[in-house]
C-alpha cells in the first residue's frame, strides 16, 4: 500500500489486535468518521484478522501477520496479509445457504464485505485488502 | 496465589421455569467467546426441556465466532427439547442476524417499540 500516512505492524496472536483496531478506531473519529463507518471497519478488520491468525497462520504465535492501513478522509484502506498457503474466497460456501446455516463458521468474510464497500484478495489468497468510503461525503 | 476469576459475562435468573441471561459486555468477540459459550452452556446443563432467553441489550460488537456459539447453543438447547430466545437485539447486531439470515434460525427478537414499527 504506497499511500502517505500508511500505518504498518506486525501482530503474531489476537491478543495483539485489540490495541490495533483502538488505534485504527481513534484514527477513524478524529478523521470525522460516522460512528456506523467505524464500527463497520472494526468489524471488518477483526474477521480479516481473525481468518490470518487462526484459518492462514493455523493459530501459530511464531508465524506473523503483516498489517497495514491509512485513514484519509474520504477514504479508510487496509491490508492484513498471513504467511499461510492461501485459499480461493470463490470456494467458501454460501453460509446463508438452508444447508449452511446450521454450520459454526464460515460467516467472517460475508460479514467482511457487507462491512466494505470492497474486499479483494491477492491471487494466492494470503492477503486481503479492505476498503470503506467514508459514507457521509 | 491463585489468578483471579474473570467478570463473568452474563448475569442470570430464573423466572419460573424460564432463565433469562443478561449479556453483561458490549464486545462479544473470540476473546471472551470461549468463556461465554461456557456459561451459556452452564445454564442449559442438567435441565430438563431448557427454556433459555438471553438479553442481548447491551451488545453492540458481535462477530462472527459468537455467531458460531450461539449456533451450536440453539442446536444442544434444541436437542434436549428447549428453547433459546435471543432478546432486545438492535442495530448492528440485529443487522448481522439478517445478514446472516440467522434470525430464520434461530429465534432473534428486536425490543417491543424496535419490532413494533
Redesign the interface.
Known sequence: MLVNGTQVCWIHS??DA?PLLTAVCQAMEAAGYPE?DV?AV??AV??AL?NAI?HGNGGDPAKQVRVSYVVLQGVVLAEVEDEGPGFDPAQVPD??DPEN????????L??MR?CMDLVTHNDLGNRVNLCKYHSAR | MMSPRPAPLVHARKAGDVTLATVLTPDL???NAEDLGEELFRLGEGVARPRLRLDLAQV??L???V???L??LH?RVRAAGGELVLLNVTG?VYE?FE????H??LDVRRPPRAAAS
Open positions: 489476537l491478543a485489540g456506523g464500527l472494526r468489524v477483526w474477521e481473525v487462526e453460509p446463508r446455516l446450521e454450520r459454526q463458521g464460515g460467516r467472517g460475508l460479514l457487507h | 468477540h473470540e476473546a453492540t460488537f462477530t462472527s465466532t455467531l458460531g456459539k449456533v451450536c442446536k448492528y448481522v445478514l446472516t439470515r440467522l430464520q434460525f
